[in-house]
């Protein structure tokens, strides 16, 4: 996952490019959501590969 990713999903859901207007707790949820995914993927990559 690109460092920048939650940045730009942030301005194409709340910036000037997306034009929707979230309320504060659907940005919280979504938030909390990608930093949960984010955490599951860093955690992943510590595994080791199974064959």
């Known amino acids: 996952?690109?460092?920048d990713?939650?940045?730009?999903?942030d301005?194409?859901?709340n910036g000037l490019t997306g034009g929707e207007e979230l309320s504060?707790?659907?940005r919280?949820?979504?938030r909390r959501e990608a930093g949960e995914l984010k955490q599951k993927?860093?955690?992943a990559?510590?595994?080791p590969?199974?064959?």
């Open 49 to 51: 590969i199974r064959k």
């Open 45 to 47: 990559k510590q595994e």
């Open 28 to 30: 919280q949820t979504l």
């Open 11 to 13: 301005l194409l859901v």
């Open 24 to 26: 504060k707790h659907e």
């Open 41 to 43: 993927m860093e955690n």
């Open 1 to 3: 996952m690109r460092k």
């Open 5 to 9: 990713r939650l940045y730009e999903e």
